[in-house]
C-alpha cells in the first residue's frame, strides 16, 4: 500500500470531519497553503477597515499576530452583533474559516450559522463574544 505524505492525509481528514481541525492556528495554515479550515487564534487589531455594505455586511479590519502575519478579518453583521468598542491596539480572539491568500489571508465565519450547515464561529473582544 503507498503511504501518503501526512499533509494530504491531515487535509483529507479535515475535509472529511471539519471538528478535527479546531486547533489549527493561522500561521499553521497560511504555511501550508490551506483554505477552508476552521482557526482559532488571536491577534492585534493594526487596521480598522471600512465596513463592506455590497450584499452581506461585513465589519472588517486587519489583526496582527504573534507569528508577524497579518490576516483579514471578514465579520458578517448581518447574522451577528457588530464590535462598535473596537480600537486599534485591541486584542481579539477568533474563531472562523480561514482562507489562504498571499497577503496573509482572510478569516470568515465569525458568526453562527442559522441554517445550521456550517460550524459556527465566533470573536472574542473585551470579554465578550460576538456570534
Request: proline residues 3%; charged residues 20%.
Amino acid at each position: 500500500m503507498r503511504k501518503l505524505p501526512i499533509l494530504i492525509l491531515i487535509c483529507l481528514l479535515l475535509w472529511q470531519c471539519p471538528a478535527l481541525a479546531t486547533a489549527a492556528t493561522v500561521k499553521s495554515a497560511f504555511s501550508h497553503h490551506l483554505s477552508d479550515v476552521q482557526v482559532k487564534d488571536k491577534g492585534t487589531v493594526v487596521r480598522l477597515l471600512r465596513d463592506d455594505n455590497k450584499g452581506a455586511r461585513h465589519q472588517k479590519f486587519l489583526l496582527k499576530m504573534a507569528s508577524g502575519q497579518t490576516i483579514l478579518i471578514a465579520h458578517n453583521i448581518d447574522l451577528a452583533p457588530r464590535i462598535n468598542s473596537i480600537a486599534k491596539g485591541d486584542t481579539v480572539q477568533f474563531y472562523g474559516e480561514y482562507e489562504w491568500s498571499a497577503k496573509g489571508g482572510i478569516v470568515h465565519w465569525t458568526h453562527h450559522d442559522p441554517g445550521g450547515r456550517h460550524i459556527n464561529g465566533w470573536l472574542k473582544h473585551q470579554g465578550r463574544t460576538y456570534q
